[in-house]
Each structure stands twice: as C-alpha cells, then as structure tokens.
C-alpha cells in the first residue's frame, strides 16, 4: 500500500536558524498536503501542492512538490518560537481517494 | 466558524469494554474521516465516509465499526478494547469540491485500562 516516508524525525534549532523537512512516498501522489500539529493540539492545514515541480511560499515557509510528484519538501527560514510543533505531510494517492496517508512527522523545537 | 465537533474529548474504559466516539462535521461538508493517533505517532486512517456511504477502509481493526448518519454526523464504535487502543482518536471532514483540505476536530483521547 502506500507509504509516505518523511525525515528527520526530530529537528532542534536555535532560533533563527532554517529548518527543512522532508517527504517521500512510495507512490505517485495526486497531491500532497502540509499539516502542522503543535503540542496538545490537532494538525492544521498549512498547504496543498498539486503540480508537478510546484513551489508555493506562506511568508517564512517555502514548500515544493517534486517534478516525479512522489517527494516534497517544506522549508522555514529563520525559525520562530511560534514554528514549534510537528510538521506532517500527508499524501493523497488518487483525487478523490477520501484516504489521506500522512508521513510520519518532523516534531521541531527550538532554543530562544 | 464552525468547526469539527467531537465528543467525548476524554474517555476511560477498561480492557473488554466498549466506547463509543461522536463526531459532526462542519456543516455542508460531504467527508468525515476517522484517525489514531499513539504517542507520539503519526496520524494513522481508520476509514472514511463520503456522502454517508464508506468511501475507504485503512488500518481499522475488525474490532471497531464505524458509520455516518442522516445528519452526516459519524460514530466510531470500538469493542473488546484492548491497552493497545489507547490513543487520540481525529475526526476530521472535508468537503470534496474544494482543495480537499482536511478539517481536523480535537480528539477523542481514550485510555484504557
């Protein structure tokens, strides 16, 4: 079945360093969406990326969909106190599949 | 806005007993699905709904059934719990001529015991 890989499974940075994680998966995806759960909470919707070679930019946060559509990346520059939390990717094999396979998580922290 | 709506939010039961979870979509939404999530774990699909008919089935055991009502609310029903099935239990809804964004609710946490 499908599979989404995604790494590093944790990530400590000193505030206003960058910080990336990333997303393979097994399958081709349709789409791929970004979710970020912040402790004690529920993953929220950051982003979904549909295209092929798609690059889409939320202020700080650069997010790209690989040209083959089965990797992805999300990229912060200069981290915030306010980015900590677990960042998922979740990928959708077919549209409309009503299956979202999410990876298995980037958990960031950061030192002020 | 409204947002997804679930209940309860925390729950203890002992091994062998049942549970039930509840969830209501945000209104006019036409795709409830059903997550667990462990410790420190990723958000794994148990199964969702489109329009009230099972539209896919991931790593639900056979334990627990699931269905979506009239009203487009959903119920996870779980039996013979086991330690193991303690856990975050997401719903979460969408609706499908969107971007298919997921709306997730805050959980259900069941402990058992």
């Known amino acids: 079945g499908q599979q989404v890989m995604q790494i590093p499974q944790y990530q400590h940075v000193q505030e206003g360093e960058d910080f990336t994680t990333y997303c393979n998966s097994s399958?081709?995806?349709?789409?791929i969406q970004w979710y970020k759960q912040r402790p004690g909470g529920h993953p929220v919707f950051l982003i979904q990326?549909?295209?092929?070679?798609e690059v889409k930019k939320q202020k700080r946060l650069t997010f790209q969909f690989g040209e083959a559509k089965k990797n992805s990346s999300l990229h912060i520059t200069a981290t915030q106190t306010t980015d900590v939390g677990t960042y998922f990717c979740?990928?959708?094999?077919?549209?409309?599949?009503?299956?979202?396979?999410f990876g298995q998580g980037t958990r960031l922290t950061i030192n002020p | 806005a409204a947002g997804v709506i679930q209940s309860p939010r925390h729950l203890i039961k002992e091994k062998r007993e049942t549970a039930t979870l509840k969830c209501y979509p945000i209104?006019?939404?036409?795709?409830v699905y059903w997550y667990q999530q462990g410790p420190g774990q990723d958000p794994q699909f148990l199964i969702s709904?489109?329009?009230?008919?099972?539209?896919d089935k991931g790593s639900i055991p056979d334990r627990f059934s699931a269905q979506q009502f009239s009203d487009y609310h959903s119920e996870l029903n779980m039996s013979s719990l086991e330690l193991g099935d303690s856990a975050l239990y997401f719903c979460?809804?969408?609706?499908?001529?969107?971007?298919?964004?997921?709306?997730f609710g805050e959980g259900s946490r069941l402990t058992v015991l």
């Open positions: 709904f489109y329009e009230k008919m099972q539209s």
């Open positions: 209104p006019r939404h036409d795709t």
């Open positions: 979460a809804s969408s609706f499908s001529g969107s971007t298919g964004e997921l709306f």
């Open positions: 399958t081709t995806l349709s789409n």
């Open positions: 979740a990928g959708e094999g077919s549209r409309g599949a009503q299956k979202l396979v």
């Open positions: 990326l549909v295209k092929s070679g």
